[in-house]
Structures are given as C-alpha cells and as structure tokens.
C-alpha cells in the first residue's frame, strides 16, 4: 500500500469514526429527553365505577394514561378474592387504579371523565351489577384531590343535567388490592365475552341517557 493511500484511507476512518460519534451522542441526547425528571414522573388516581373490567377498558383509551389495575379497596379484609368482594361483606369497592402522565392529563380531566362513565345518582351500585362492591367513589390521596372532586360534583349538580343527586362518594384512598389476574384486561382476553355483557348490562344506553353527547362510552 502507498503512503498516499493509506492516507486517504486514515482520512476516511476519521470520518466514519467522527460521524458515528455524533449519532450516538444524538441518540444519547435523545433518550436523555425521554427520562422524565421529576416533575413529570407518573402519578396514580383510583376510581371505583362499578364493573372493573368497564372501567379499566374506559381509562384504557384516554391519552396520557399509561397502565390500570383492576382490584379492590376501601374496605377491612387484607387480599380479598373476587368472591369475598362480591358477597359484599368486605367493604370493598370494585376499583381500578390508573397511572398516568400529568405533562399528558391532569387530575381534573381524569376526574371529569371518569363522571361521564357512570352513574353517579344511583346509591344501590352501577347499571345491571348491584350491590355494595358496585358503588361509585373516587379514592384520594391528598386535599387537593378532594377538592377537584368535590368541586366536579358541586358543578354536575349545579348543571342540573343529572335526574337525581350525585351519591358518589369521595373517600380516603387506602391499601388497594390487584384482582385476581383473570380479571385483569379482562376486555382484551375475552373481547367477545367483555361485549356481550357490557351490551347487556345496558351500560352504554344508560349513560346516552345520562349524559348526552358527554357521555365516555366505547
């Protein structure tokens, strides 16, 4: 080999070399903006709305929510199964505890929506499903959670819109328990099981009904 051409072959490995570095120094920026800092790591809300497998399929499709559980809480016994619950001598609610992006969707919007998936005026649980592990409550975790919920309910009930008087309840949060993991996703593994039952619980027709062209429905 020449000098000339080894030269030029030096010439074109610096290149290379100078150009690969500056890719990865770009990929490496760029993941480097996709690490939340601080301020916008995720935070969590839990909504009880009835029927679970309703509620988490509702959340699911909103932007800005990253995961849900479905699950169980506001009530004494410690890892309650489904049957448990149910009986409804446990005191805990059907839940589902939602994580999400607050740079994405705030607290109020979660809240505001979460509304438009019930029925807030019926004490006795939600559509086809009653009993007490059927009742509405938003669970929070700070004062200021409490009055968005609050505030969200006074404005409902001064919209007159509703046919009754809102019963949700906002209580503390408290420990929550996963469901069990048949339970979890439920309208994913079971598509065909998930519809019939939600079209036949009249869920959707109810909530037309409730809340017009507000209403959240699949």
């Not at 005191?91 to 438009?116: C, D, M, T, W």
């Not at 007159?160 to 019963?167: H, K, N």
């Not at 048949?182 to 036949?200: A, C, D, L, S, V």
């Amino acid at each position: 080999m020449t000098r000339s051409q080894s030269f030029y072959i030096a010439i074109v490995a610096g290149v290379a070399a100078a150009t690969t570095g500056f890719v990865w120094s770009a990929v490496a920026d760029q993941s480097a903006t996709d690490v939340p800092s601080e301020e916008t790591r995720l935070e969590t809300a839990i909504f009880a709305g009835g029927c679970f497998w309703c509620t988490e399929a509702d959340f699911d499709k909103v932007d800005g929510v990253i995961s849900t559980i479905s699950g169980y809480t506001g009530g004494t016994v410690e890892e309650p199964t489904y049957k448990q619950v149910t009986r409804g001598d446990t005191g805990h609610y059907e839940a589902v505890k939602i994580s999400y992006n607050p740079q994405q969707v705030s607290y109020e919007e979660l809240v505001e929506y979460y509304f438009r998936t019930i029925d807030p005026t019926d004490p006795r649980g939600q559509f086809c499903d009653k009993g007490s592990s059927y009742r509405t409550a938003v669970f929070v975790s700070s004062e200021r959670e409490r009055s968005v919920a609050e505030t969200e309910i006074e404005m409902i009930t001064q919209s007159g819109q509703l046919p009754g008087p809102v019963v949700t309840k906002v209580l503390d949060a408290s420990e929550f328990w996963p469901a069990e993991s048949f339970h979890q996703n439920y309208y994913r593994t079971n598509p065909i099981r998930y519809k019939f039952y939600r079209e036949g619980c009249g869920r959707d027709e109810r909530l037309k009904k409730l809340w017009g062209e507000d209403a959240a429905i699949n």
